[in-house]
């Protein structure tokens, strides 16, 4: 083995051993490294000292510090990942739908190998794993891999995007053949002959992934000649993914979301503006007035983002004004609110739409 083949061999080992025997903090100990490569010919102090120094320069997980005297001069080991961001990464794998049971635990057991960490009880993952909504879509990830490369190249995508019969089995349509199309039913890998069924295959220009709710949404606009419309679609549920060679269509740039400055689509706004990823037919914002209890402002400002202004209203009420899309969901979010603690005050056509959510409601009972 060549000199340069050594070295990068005895540096990769020295990060095995502090990995997997130094504790984040812990001083490390020259003598034990030396004992752990087992190697006369390159396993000398001073040749682990500058192994060492190179790793504190590239920052991978060496710290060095001096203090004037050579005895002085320590090295401490500064773990890449510490343990609160391994269980932040390993609950935000758990929470994530989008993923499949199985590729949840595939993914924490990869970085537990790259960290060489064994922390996590395999039964205590699974339990959690197993509380939270899984997909059944394996293939998710290679999905988010797809959009991405075509929003950094501008061009569209086509899928065939899942939905349920009336029969309550879940299914997408996959074009066999020219105008050949069958029903796959996911859970049983069922093939069922088809007609084209619109709102099952669409051609689209993605313009962001975003997440929410413990969801992976696609944002991408869908064009109808002149007319363009702003559209989620779940990851989880987009299948037979595959990035076309025309290119994308510009955003719009008359949309409220359009961010003139930056030129771009202004996903932040966007959010805010939606619940739960339900958005109105014309994607287009109101101006809502909000009277609110001082008690909920927190609440409104995590609903509608640090922009809002409140006033005062009266000895125990806020009014504010926030832009949103009007929606039967947000009608919804409006209704878990008695009203002493949220009113909606203007514009005159949405009370009347809030009015009229309100009383199909009880007309059902």
């Known amino acids: ?36 490569l087992n190697d006369d010919e390159f396993s000398h102090e001073p040749i682990i000292r500058e192994d060492l120094k190179v790793l504190a320069e590239m920052k991978k997980g060496v710290i060095y510090e001096s203090r004037g005297s ?49 922390k996590f009880n395999e039964l205590d993952m699974e339990t959690d794993i197993a509380l939270r909504n899984k997909t059944f879509n394996d293939r998710c990830i290679e999905n988010i891999e797809v959009i991405s490369e075509a929003i950094s190249k ?21 074009n066999v053949r020219g105008n050949k199309y069958e029903k796959v039913m996911v859970e049983t890998k069922e093939h069922i002959s088809s007609e084209y069924i619109e709102d099952h295959i669409y051609t689209v220009s993605p313009c962001k992934i975003v997440w929410d ?11 109808d000649g002149n007319s363009r419309t702003i559209k989620n679609f779940r990851a989880d549920k987009i299948y037979e993914i595959s990035m076309e060679a025309e290119d994308s269509d510009r955003f719009d740039t008359s949309s409220d979301f359009y961010d003139p400055d930056r030129g771009i689509f202004d996903a932040e706004k966007y959010l805010r503006s939606i619940f739960e990823m339900f958005i109105s037919k014309n994607a287009r914002l109101t101006e809502v007035t909000f ?52 009113r909606i005050l203007a514009p005159d056509e949405i009370v009347v739409n809030y009015r009229e959510h309100l009383k199909r409601i009880l007309e059902a009972y």
Not at 6 to 26: C, F, H, P, T
């Open 213 to 223: 709710n413990s969801q992976c949404y696609l944002i991408c606009i869908i064009s």
């Open 154 to 174: 501008g061009k569209k995508i086509s899928f065939s995007y899942a939905g349920y019969d009336e029969e309550g089995r879940y299914w997408y349509l996959l």
């Open 291 to 342: 009277v609110v209890k001082k008690r909920l402002i927190g609440a409104m400002y995590d609903k509608f983002g640090p922009n809002i202004k409140p006033a005062e209203y009266d000895d125990t009420h806020f009014i504010f004004k926030a832009q949103i899309q009007e929606a039967p969901t947000f009608y919804s979010w409006a209704a878990k609110y008695t009203p002493q603690e949220l």
């Open 1 to 36: 083995m060549s000199g340069k083949n050594k070295s990068r061999k005895r540096l990769l080992s020295i990060m095995q051993y502090l990995a997997d025997n130094v504790e984040n903090g812990e001083r490390i100990d020259i003598e034990k490294i030396i004992s752990y």
């Open 70 to 118: 050579s005895r002085n001069k320590h090295f401490y080991y500064d773990r890449l990942i510490t343990d609160g961001e391994l269980m932040l990464i390993f609950n935000i794998i758990c929470s994530a739908c989008y993923l499949t049971k199985d590729k949840a635990i595939e993914l924490i057991q990869h970085l537990c190998n790259a960290m060489s960490v064994s």
